[in-house]
């Protein structure tokens, strides 16, 4: 048996020794421990008996110890997890959605594990519930019943319940979030942690004032430098809360080119259009199953839901000076220029809310995937983009128009961009059926505009 001082000895017997229902050891000694554990994980490989004795040798003398999951629970023939840690899902702000989260958070913690939640998408205390006539009580009491109820789960099992809690640094209840652990019996099973964005940081050195909005709503201004203060005294006099750089950490995220670490409810309209390796889909049909998401061109898997409905909130919208729009709330995260030299271009995520008029936006890059599985061709695909966009359908034709302006001094157009799509939209007409005399553009006199008519791409819209 190695040799270990008391207390370890009283940690092991109380967290890692497996017990039977009775109480009685069945691990005898720490040896015993470790052989457990390297035969539970030696049974996963084609062969195991080749694997229990390298597994036991890292283990043996603490030469690695893993985590606290794996210790107490591998080899234990118990429904129990592995894995020590959970980052659940986004919180709706609903009351249905709120208790089914609660309900994956207690199932999570029978079964072992620690759990943290982002509470920045609960509406604040005092603000109006719709339909009911009444106003919320605010994240800090949904956080009293997560609270109560890791209490409860704790008293059944050998565990001490883990629970991080977050909230945002322009949250309307963040103060009382700060303050929040200086009550001695509230919130003991949660750890708390503020996500403390860039903007904020840039707001206390410069002294500067901070907006406290939810849903595209100010509920209050207050000094940015004396609420870090505030977090820094709470730190220091009672150990809570944390900061967490949420904005540092989605910088250096090694998976940043495929996914967001965000601490906010990222949400869209039911009739917004997503790249799919199976065509466009709306996400109306991508509610509640898995599908693959074109993110620059590359198939991500979604989560096995897909999207859900999240309720009711203020939508903006996103307008490029090219022509593209996106419907979303004001604490989607949008792919944002940070900085831009010559050489080089700095994209850091930022909520909606938080562009102003001029920002830089990247706009997803799919040439890479332009295989197209559905219906028709990237001709009549590329005719029926532009019918949607500025045309017109007549009772025999559909008439498609662009506006390049007038020619300016240098000898081309006023939108020289234009020309590209009439090159390209002239190319697709010319492929599909056409009369003898087809001229493709025309211009139309003293308008700056020209159209070009199509009988077969009448019959294709109305296909």
């Given at each position: ?63 690695f110890l893993p985590a606290g999951r794996i210790l107490a629970g591998a080899g234990a023939t118990r429904n129990v997890t592995l894995f020590n840690c959970f980052v659940m899902g986004t919180i ?372």
């Open positions: 048996m190695p040799t270990v001082a008391p207390i370890s000895q009283q940690i092991w017997d109380m967290k890692y020794r497996l017990k039977g229902g009775d109480g009685h050891a069945v691990d005898d000694t720490i040896e015993d421990s470790w052989t457990r554990v390297a035969g539970a994980l030696a049974a996963a490989e084609k062969q195991p008996e080749a694997w229990t004795e390298p597994f036991y040798q890292a283990l043996e003398d603490f030469q709706p702000d609903d009351m249905s959605g709120i208790f089914e989260n609660l309900r994956e958070a207690a199932l999570t913690m029978q079964q072992g594990g620690g759990i943290g939640y982002d509470f920045s998408t609960l509406r604040p205390s005092g603000a109006p519930v719709q339909g009911v006539g009444a106003d919320a009580s605010g994240p800090l009491t949904f956080m009293d019943v997560w609270d109560a109820m890791c209490r409860t789960i704790m008293s059944a099992g050998h565990r001490r319940g883990a629970m991080m809690a977050t909230l945002r640094c322009d949250h309307p209840d963040i103060e009382a979030f700060v303050e929040a652990k200086q009550d001695p019996g509230r919130l003991r099973m949660f750890n708390l942690s503020v996500l403390v964005s860039d903007d904020f940081m840039a707001a206390v050195k410069e002294n500067g004032p901070w907006e406290l909005t939810f849903g595209g709503r100010t509920y209050k201004t207050i000094e940015a430098r004396e609420l870090w203060d505030r977090i820094m005294r709470a730190t220091y006099a009672y150990a809570e809360p944390g900061v967490i750089f949420i904005d540092r950490i989605n910088q250096r995220n090694n998976l940043s080119y495929c996914e967001q670490i965000h601490s906010t409810n990222p949400c869209v309209t039911g009739d917004t259009w997503i790249a799919t390796t199976q065509g466009p889909r709306q996400v109306n049909d991508l509610v509640g199953r898995q599908f693959s998401v074109l993110v620059h061109g590359k198939p991500h898997l979604s989560a096995k839901n897909g999207f859900f409905a999240t309720g009711e909130k203020q939508v903006f919208i996103l307008r490029t000076k090219c022509g593209n729009s996106l419907r979303l709330t004001e604490d989607h995260l949008v792919h944002s220029a940070l900085r831009m030299t010559r050489n080089k271009v700095d994209w850091v995520w930022r909520p909606c809310g938080d562009l102003k008029p001029g920002a830089r936006v990247a706009l997803h890059d799919h040439r890479t995937h332009a295989e197209w599985h559905g219906v028709g061709t990237e001709d009549e695909g590329y005719l029926i983009g532009l019918l949607v966009g500025d045309g017109t359908l007549k009772s025999d034709k559909a008439v498609l128009s662009v506006w390049p302006g007038k020619m300016v001094a240098n000898g081309t157009v006023e939108r020289p961009g234009t020309l590209a799509v009439m090159e390209r939209a002239l190319k697709a007409a010319q492929n599909m059926p056409h009369r003898a005399d087809f001229k493709g553009w025309m211009a139309v006199s003293d308008r700056g505009e020209y159209r070009m008519s199509l009988a077969a791409l009448r019959s294709l819209a109305l296909d």
